[in-house]
Structures are given as structure tokens and as C-alpha cells.
């Protein structure tokens, strides 16, 4: 069974599409994160929510909105993709707000063309 | 702010090598410490941690041990195997809030 899945696994789409990643866990964690790694593989926090409650917002463009329908589900929309939006895009979830471990998905990869 | 420095890679060593890769991490009070394995083409897995000063975290033969003296956690093996070959994150929990910090990665090719 997989713990923290993502789809599409492979999104490839032109600039100024909107476009949404999925993400669930089936962990009963209360916690989900979004993660963006580049291609020198920086990974960086883009959101974190709690119990369905934002609680990490970085500093990223307000063209990414994400919505968490339930404790288990955290989604990413994105409006208006740019070049710069090309990344792999991981899901991660933790029992507790201190994130004592962090639980990861495969990564959807990101093309815009 | 809280931040982790790892060693920056790629990092290139023969089977059966002892491989360093050096974290140090900066906060305030007292973090939990983590190392994260990244397989090619996959996402991060938990490789081992410690939550307290002095404590070592062990799996799969990697090793890594809890510095408060020198912030450092540092990870360890002692002979690398081809399929060793991944990036490694070093990353920290902040016990105070919300916040989770990774570092760079350092990418491991172990060549037979």
C-alpha cells in the first residue's frame, strides 16, 4: 500500500495553463506539506497545513493555491505556469505540527514548455 | 534563523570506500536531527535520526550521531556499496513551531 501518492506522476504543459497536482495519504497523518526540488535538487517548503489549517505559507507566488478537503488530501493548484515552474513537486505528510518525520511521496515532475 | 550546511558533492568513491558527509546546523533550543535518502527518480525516504544530543541514529549501516558540542551531525558508513548511490539530505525539526529545514543534498556515486 502506498503511503503518501501523487498524481500525475509526469506533467507536461505550456505556459500560461493552469494545472492541479493531487496528493493523498493513507498514513492517518494530521499534517501535509508541499515541497518544490529543483534541478540541482534544492528542496524548499512551500506549504504546510494541519488539520486542514494553513500553517506554512513560504514565500512563493500567489498563482499557487493549495486546498486540503480533508486531513487526508492536500492539492496544488497553479494558475498561469511560467518557465520557472518547472520542477519536481513532492507531497509529504507527518503526524504532529513539529514534523519529527517527514513521510514523502514519488514526486510529480513538471515540464513547462 | 535555523538552517542546516551540508557538504556540497558530487561525491565520487570506490565500493567498499568509508564515506563522510558532513552536516552542521544552526538553532535555537534543541532540534531534532535527520538524514533523508533520495533515490534516483523517487522521493525522500527517512534513513536515520536522532532526536537528542548524544543520540546516534543507525540504519542500513549508515550512522550518524547527535553534536550539540559542535552542531554537527554528521552521516557515516563504512563500506559503500554501488547501490548506495543517491542524494542525501540532512535536515532539521525546530521542537519550538512548525518549521522543518533541509539542506542542499549531496549526491553519492559509488562506482564498482
Known amino acids: 500500500d502506498t503511503a503518501v501518492s501523487q498524481t500525475p506522476k509526469y506533467l507536461v504543459t505550456q505556459m500560461g495553463n493552469d494545472k492541479s497536482i493531487k496528493c493523498e495519504q493513507n498514513l492517518g497523518h494530521d499534517t501535509m506539506y508541499w515541497y518544490k526540488q529543483d534541478s540541482k535538487k534544492f528542496l524548499k517548503i512551500m506549504f504546510s497545513y494541519n488539520n486542514k489549517e494553513l500553517i506554512i505559507n513560504e514565500t512563493v507566488p500567489n498563482r499557487f493555491s493549495p486546498k486540503s478537503p480533508d486531513k487526508a488530501h492536500l492539492n496544488l493548484h497553479i494558475n498561469s505556469l511560467e518557465l520557472g515552474d518547472s520542477a519536481v513537486y513532492f507531497c509529504?505528510?507527518?503526524?504532529?505540527?513539529?514534523?519529527?518525520?517527514?513521510?514523502f511521496g514519488p514526486g510529480t515532475r513538471l515540464t513547462v514548455t | 534563523g535555523d538552517s542546516v550546511t551540508q557538504m556540497e558533492g558530487p561525491v565520487t568513491l570506490s565500493e567498499e570506500a568509508f564515506l563522510t558527509i558532513n552536516c552542521t546546523y544552526t538553532?535555537?533550543?534543541?532540534?531534532?536531527l535527520f538524514w533523508y535518502v533520495q533515490y534516483p527518480g523517487e522521493g525522500l525516504q527517512l534513513l536515520l535520526k536522532a532526536t537528542k544530543a548524544d543520540d546516534k541514529g543507525s540504519n542500513k549501516g549508515f550512522e550518524a550521531t547527535y553534536r550539540k558540542e559542535t552542531t554537527s551531525f554528521h552521516l557515516e558508513k563504512g563500506s559503500v556499496q554501488v547501490s548506495d548511490s543517491a542524494v542525501y539530505f540532512c535536515?532539521?525539526?525546530?521542537?519550538?513551531?512548525?518549521?522543518?529545514?533541509f539542506g542542499t543534498g549531496t549526491s553519492l556515486t559509488v562506482i564498482p
Open positions: 538553532a535555537t533550543g534543541y532540534p531534532s
Open positions: 535536515a532539521l525539526s525546530d521542537r519550538g513551531g512548525n518549521q522543518f529545514y
Open positions: 509529504a505528510s507527518s503526524q504532529g505540527q513539529r514534523s519529527y518525520e517527514q513521510y
